[in-house]
Nanobody, 116 residues
Protein backbone atom coordinates (compact mmCIF):
# COMPACT_ATOMS: atom_id res chain seq x y z
CA UNK A 1 0.00 0.00 0.00
CA UNK A 2 1.42 3.36 -1.04
CA UNK A 3 1.74 5.63 1.98
CA UNK A 4 3.26 8.76 0.42
CA UNK A 5 2.27 10.18 -2.98
CA UNK A 6 4.20 13.10 -4.45
CA UNK A 7 3.03 15.51 -7.12
CA UNK A 8 4.06 18.83 -8.63
CA UNK A 9 7.43 18.18 -10.24
CA UNK A 10 8.31 19.35 -13.71
CA UNK A 11 10.48 21.58 -15.86
CA UNK A 12 11.03 25.19 -14.85
CA UNK A 13 13.39 27.96 -15.93
CA UNK A 14 16.06 29.31 -13.58
CA UNK A 15 14.52 31.80 -11.19
CA UNK A 16 11.13 30.15 -11.44
CA UNK A 17 8.97 28.46 -8.83
CA UNK A 18 7.41 25.06 -8.23
CA UNK A 19 5.37 23.55 -5.43
CA UNK A 20 5.72 19.90 -4.54
CA UNK A 21 2.96 18.21 -2.57
CA UNK A 22 3.09 14.96 -0.62
CA UNK A 23 -0.22 13.34 0.29
CA UNK A 24 -0.32 10.74 3.02
CA UNK A 25 -2.63 8.89 5.37
CA UNK A 26 -4.23 10.41 8.42
CA UNK A 27 -2.20 8.15 10.72
CA UNK A 28 1.15 9.07 9.22
CA UNK A 29 0.26 12.75 9.08
CA UNK A 30 -0.72 12.74 12.74
CA UNK A 31 2.32 11.06 14.28
CA UNK A 32 5.22 11.29 11.83
CA UNK A 33 7.74 13.98 11.08
CA UNK A 34 7.64 14.60 7.34
CA UNK A 35 10.14 16.02 4.94
CA UNK A 36 11.73 16.21 1.52
CA UNK A 37 15.00 14.82 0.25
CA UNK A 38 16.52 15.02 -3.20
CA UNK A 39 18.95 13.05 -5.28
CA UNK A 40 20.76 14.34 -8.33
CA UNK A 41 22.46 11.96 -10.79
CA UNK A 42 25.73 10.69 -9.35
CA UNK A 43 25.03 12.17 -5.93
CA UNK A 44 23.79 10.78 -2.64
CA UNK A 45 20.29 11.54 -1.45
CA UNK A 46 20.37 14.72 0.63
CA UNK A 47 18.10 16.43 3.11
CA UNK A 48 16.11 19.40 1.84
CA UNK A 49 13.46 20.28 4.41
CA UNK A 50 11.49 18.79 7.28
CA UNK A 51 8.48 19.63 9.42
CA UNK A 52 7.77 17.82 12.67
CA UNK A 53 4.33 16.44 13.47
CA UNK A 54 4.10 19.36 15.87
CA UNK A 55 4.66 21.79 13.01
CA UNK A 56 8.28 22.90 13.53
CA UNK A 57 10.02 23.40 10.16
CA UNK A 58 13.68 23.22 9.19
CA UNK A 59 15.45 23.53 5.86
CA UNK A 60 18.92 22.80 4.52
CA UNK A 61 21.33 25.72 4.29
CA UNK A 62 21.50 25.28 0.51
CA UNK A 63 17.82 26.17 0.12
CA UNK A 64 17.30 28.51 3.06
CA UNK A 65 15.46 31.65 2.05
CA UNK A 66 14.22 30.01 -1.17
CA UNK A 67 12.29 26.89 -0.09
CA UNK A 68 9.48 26.70 2.46
CA UNK A 69 7.89 23.57 3.91
CA UNK A 70 4.38 23.52 5.32
CA UNK A 71 1.69 21.12 6.56
CA UNK A 72 -2.01 21.16 5.66
CA UNK A 73 -3.99 19.30 8.31
CA UNK A 74 -7.24 19.57 6.34
CA UNK A 75 -5.85 17.57 3.41
CA UNK A 76 -3.10 15.51 5.10
CA UNK A 77 -0.45 17.01 2.85
CA UNK A 78 3.01 18.44 3.22
CA UNK A 79 4.11 20.96 0.63
CA UNK A 80 7.48 22.28 -0.46
CA UNK A 81 7.30 25.72 -2.03
CA UNK A 82 10.43 26.25 -4.11
CA UNK A 83 11.27 29.76 -5.30
CA UNK A 84 14.28 31.24 -7.12
CA UNK A 85 15.13 27.82 -8.48
CA UNK A 86 18.65 27.17 -9.73
CA UNK A 87 20.00 24.55 -12.13
CA UNK A 88 21.70 22.88 -9.16
CA UNK A 89 18.26 22.22 -7.66
CA UNK A 90 17.65 19.71 -10.45
CA UNK A 91 17.03 16.32 -8.86
CA UNK A 92 14.46 13.69 -8.05
CA UNK A 93 12.65 14.88 -4.94
CA UNK A 94 11.39 12.31 -2.44
CA UNK A 95 8.83 12.69 0.31
CA UNK A 96 9.84 11.10 3.60
CA UNK A 97 8.03 10.22 6.80
CA UNK A 98 10.00 9.23 9.87
CA UNK A 99 9.50 8.80 13.59
CA UNK A 100 11.95 7.12 15.96
CA UNK A 101 10.85 3.58 16.76
CA UNK A 102 8.49 3.37 13.79
CA UNK A 103 9.00 2.31 10.14
CA UNK A 104 10.30 4.97 7.76
CA UNK A 105 8.38 5.64 4.54
CA UNK A 106 9.47 7.08 1.20
CA UNK A 107 7.51 8.28 -1.78
CA UNK A 108 8.25 7.20 -5.33
CA UNK A 109 9.96 10.48 -6.20
CA UNK A 110 9.14 13.33 -8.54
CA UNK A 111 11.54 14.89 -11.05
CA UNK A 112 12.38 18.59 -10.83
CA UNK A 113 14.41 20.00 -13.70
CA UNK A 114 15.64 23.60 -13.70
CA UNK A 115 16.87 24.56 -17.13
CA UNK A 116 16.54 27.26 -19.73
Amino acid sequence: QVKLVESGGGLVQPGGSLTLTCTTTTTIFSIYNMGWYRQAPGNQREFVARVTYGGTPSVADSVKGRFTISRDAANYTVSLQMNSLKPEDTAVYYCNADQPGLPTFWGQGTQVTVSS
